[in-house]
């Protein structure tokens, strides 16, 4: 046997070809030589792992980073300087931040290694014809498989012989409901998610029995193929990573051009080479921003925990502001968008129609007709509709801690639900008819029918509830409000029904039959004629009302939201008008619904066209989810992808940001994503890219206030070198500034509360540097005020104390401390003046001004200070110098927000 024959389309041959081309006996199995020898040829059945680079080489590349070389170099020169404890604060950063990195890597591995858990189970085979309970790892292809309730399918098998069978395929294919199976031979073009005689390895068996031969293993089975698209699939950088890269990449650059420029230039002045090289350490020192990747982490950080409070649980810490550069969510439909708990919406019995209220299995609501409640008392076609929900039914509903649950088909729940909103208690009802006999659904008859003993003296009831085509077309006789008949108009029905899957209502039609009062088991025969039409029931998903609204949200923010789905077009379309998402008359025939077959056929060119202007796509599978991201990147998005199935992993990989399902989603998509969301609601997902909008804003600004200090520091060194004059600070106080600083001021610049309208400003466009011009403007301006207050008052104080280098020195310290504790209010806002922030909406930078003030007073008074740091006590006069000028810094960078607000120009390159 060749291996390429495992790649066949097995749903479009029949059961002879299939044997036949699988050397198999579909009644005694395989021989257990047969079986030694194709495990030889196949190998077991168990995902392939990749390999990967070993753990040390992956830790390692994590210091390949430009920003990390910067903290090298602050280390090493933090040595020379024989400042041990800063040389070993800035090294455990460096640690922390390659362990980080380390750790998310070797998460984003484990998707693999979960998909491959997920294949071990036990199969029951049929070999040498005896059955057998063997791991499924020793499956082979030509197999025999048996199928029970609650097995995992091992492989992918082709079916053989069917009772009754449904699967729960939700995690591949994406499709909401158990699929009923049928052993038919089917046509060759048909989606994965219709292919009815096959069984996929890993999807659930919820109801009845099947018999199947391997067709597929391993790697061969369609989760197989999803396993290499995972391996396959790129992980990109985040915005902000990228970002910070490019930065990082030019600061560095500067900075070494600036340190080997005061070299030459002092060098050249006949100065001492070691003065020139100890100076130009001092300007490394003071232009590296050694606390850039601690504030970075720790603001991340604190996103992770905002987050965690509004149901995002955050796996990786970038993933954070990626969600504020969010330009696309491609989201799954069902429990995401919608309620997933099926609910009646309308009904039609006796002639008239009915809506229904009320979302999921709670028993709230009530029927209304024309907007007015309907009382079921005397409409006897209702009662009767209703009870035949109840009684032909195998499911229940029970209300738990997590709320009101279903157990048994989602369908039959939802039966159960409208029955409760009209006052019906399903014990009760079923004590007073109790239940005789059962015909089980059969997808080739379409229906299910009951036996129901109605007490004693009275005949007995048949119940029926189907397909339309099933019930409808054989009635005679529609049961009325008043208890009579009437013979019904079946085309009226049918413009029902076609009214009701408009709104992509599933329809179900409900009949009954009075049989002898002591007939005890009913076959088809008995349903051929005379069943009385009792009427329609129409149900969907319903979309979240949260969901619906956080939808407009993200529209409004600039943010495309796109539905992919593997369900029905005409399900996806229906959802997505409620939803908001297309136009009342969006649907597959206009062609503002794109299916797998569709996406097939485009070319990735065709696709990228079609992706950016479709906002629903139906029966998508793996690989054209994963090409859907793609084509939505290579346009420049930055895209958020949802999902809970096996067949959403690749894409969860590949997107931006993946987002996984915390309730419903599988172990394989959790460790795939970025995100999981606690509570399976998109509205959550709104709710993050709020919070992940606020955090970029907090690093802008983060990044706004400690640039000019560090570029303060290094241009005062620069200058001294190039005029010949002595250093206004020195490298151990330029330390002192830069660590203090940071972590007193511009760390609280992290708990500054959300702007007003953070939502109705568009995303930021992926290329926007993170210092847009005016923010370079802002940045240099007020280095220039820095530089020209240090040196201005270090010169007037050596002046006025007749030389005193350590007061003079003291004084240029405190305007680098004060301008920036100064500057820090400007830069609670980039755009608006901070009091329209609030004053005390931030208390922790109160909380940080004063103990940066009183830290400050200590080192300026304090004596142990005075000799370590080599500072000396002001006087008033100083200390109003110093806050003069400080309050000058702030005045400017006002007077240069109104000038940018006037021009009508977003510091942030975005649009209100």
């Not at 992993?649 to 399902?661: E, S, T």
Request: aromatic fraction near 6%.
């Amino acid at each position: 046997m060749d291996k390429k024959e495992f790649e066949k389309e097995w749903h479009i041959l029949d059961i002879q070809e299939i044997a036949a081309e699988l050397k198999s006996d579909t009644a005694n199995g395989l021989s257990e030589k047969e079986v030694s020898e194709r495990l030889n040829t196949y190998g077991p059945n168990v995902l392939t792992r990749q390999k990967g680079r070993k753990p040390i080489i992956r830790f390692l590349i994590q210091f390949n980073q430009p920003l990390i070389i910067i903290l090298l170099v602050a280390t090493v020169v933090t040595v020379v300087l024989a400042e041990y404890i800063d040389a070993i604060v800035i090294f455990a950063v460096v640690l922390i931040n390659a362990f980080i990195g380390f750790v998310q890597e070797s998460k984003a591995l484990k998707a693999i290694e979960s998909l491959a858990r997920s294949m071990v189970s036990q199969a029951t085979v049929v070999r040498d014809g005896e059955k057998k309970q063997i791991d499924s790892s020793d499956l082979v292809p030509g197999d025999i498989v048996i199928l029970q309730p609650g097995d995992k399918i091992p492989a992918d098998l082709r079916l053989l012989k069917i009772r009754e069978l449904q699967v729960d395929e939700s995690a591949l294919t994406g499709e909401s409901i158990p699929v009923q199976k049928e052993a038919v031979v089917l046509e060759k073009d048909m989606d994965l998610a219709d292919r009815r005689n096959m069984a996929y390895s890993s999807t659930l068996v919820t109801a009845g029995t099947a018999k199947g031969i391997v067709v597929s293993i391993g790697d061969r089975t369609e989760i197989g193929r999803i396993n290499i698209l995972i391996a396959s699939a790129d992980i990109l950088e985040t915005p902000l990573t990228r970002k910070i890269h490019h930065f990082s990449k030019i600061l560095l650059y500067v900075i070494l051009v600036m340190a080997v420029l005061t070299f030459v230039v002092g060098f050249l002045r006949g100065q001492d080479w070691i003065e020139m090289f100890m100076a130009s350490v001092a300007l490394a020192v003071g232009a590296i921003p050694e606390g850039l990747p601690a504030a970075i982490t720790i603001m991340l950080a604190i996103g992770v925990s905002r987050m965690a409070k509004r149901n995002a649980i955050i796996r990786k810490l970038p993933a954070v502001e990626t969600l504020g550069s969010t330009m696309v969510i491609c989201s799954d439909k069902t429990g995401t968008l919608t309620q997933n708990q099926m609910t009646v919406q309308d009904i039609v019995s006796g002639g008239s129609r009915y809506a229904v209220t009320g979302v999921g299995y709670a028993p709230e609501g009530q029927m209304e007709e024309n907007g007015q409640k309907v009382d079921i008392s005397s409409n006897h076609a209702l009662q009767e509709i209703l009870a035949a929900g109840i009684l032909c039914n195998d499911a229940s509903i029970k209300k738990t801690d997590q709320g009101w649950q279903v157990e048994g088909d989602p369908t039959e729940g939802a039966l159960i639900t409208v029955a409760m909103k009209a006052g019906y208690d399903p014990e009760k009802l079923e004590r007073e008819k109790p239940k005789l006999d059962t015909i089980p659904f059969e997808s080739k008859r379409q229906y299910m029918a009951t036996l129901h003993s109605q007490g004693e003296g009275r005949p007995n009831l048949i119940y029926i509830k189907g397909s339309i085509e099933s019930i409808c077309l054989e009635c005679r006789q529609m049961l009325l409000p008043d208890g009579k008949s009437d013979t019904p108009e079946h085309d009226v029905i049918m413009e029902w029904v076609e009214s009701m899957t408009d709104k992509g209502l599933r329809v179900l039609a409900f009949g009954r039959k009075q049989v002898e009062s002591d007939k005890t088991e009913i076959t088809h025969a008995d349903l051929e004629e005379g069943i009385e039409f009792l009427g329609l029931q129409g149900m969907i998903d319903p979309p979240r009302p949260e969901a619906v609204e956080a939808v407009k949200t993200s529209i409004a923010a600039g943010i495309r939201v796109k539905m992919i789905t593997g369900d029905h077009a005409g399900t996806a379309a229906a959802i997505a008008r409620q939803m908001g998402l297309c136009e009342e008359s969006c649907s597959y025939h206009t062609r503002e619904v794109l299916t797998g077959r569709d996406i097939e056929r485009l070319s990735d060119e065709e696709l990228e066209n079609q992706a950016d202007h479709t906002a629903v796509f139906a029966r998508v599978s793996p690989e054209q989810k994963l090409r859907l991201v793609e084509a939505l990147q290579r346009r420049d998005n930055v895209v958020a992808m949802t999902g809970d199935g096996v067949n959403d992993a690749p894409a969860l990989r590949r997107a931006n940001i993946g987002v996984a399902m915390g309730i419903t989603g599988t172990e394989v998509s959790k460790e795939s994503a970025d995100m999981v969301l606690t509570d399976d609601n998109f509205a959550t997902i709104e709710a993050a890219v709020e919070e992940g909008r606020g955090i970029f804003d907090n690093l802008v600004k983060f990044i706004t206030w400690t640039l000019p200090t560090n570029g303060g520091e290094g241009l005062v060194i620069f200058l001294s070198i190039l005029l010949g004059m002595q250093l206004p600070i020195l490298p151990v106080q330029i330390l002192w500034i830069n660590m203090s600083t940071a972590l007193l001021l511009g760390l609280m610049l992290a708990f500054e509360p959300k702007e007003a309208g953070i939502m109705k400003r568009t995303p930021r466009n992926p290329h926007t540097p993170i210092l847009t011009r005016p923010l370079v403007v802002r940045i240099i301006t007020v280095s220039i005020l820095l530089v020209i207050g240090a040196f201005g008052l270090f010169k007037l104080e050596l002046f006025l104390s007749n030389g005193n280098t350590e007061l003079a020195r003291t004084m240029a310290v405190n305007v680098f401390v004060f301008g920036e504790m100064f500057f820090l209010f400007n830069c609670r806002s980039i755009t608006h003046p901070f009091w329209v922030l609030g004053i005390w909406s931030n208390p922790f930078l109160w909380l940080g001004v004063f103990v940066m003030t009183v830290l400050q007073l200590i080192y300026t008074y304090s004596s142990v200070f005075n000799t370590v740091f080599q500072s000396a006590p002001l006087g008033l006069l100083e200390w109003g110098l110093i806050l003069g000028n400080s309050l000058l810094i702030f005045i400017v960078v006002e007077l240069e927000k109104y000038i940018w607000r006037r021009l009508g120009h977003h510091p942030l390159g975005l649009v209100d």
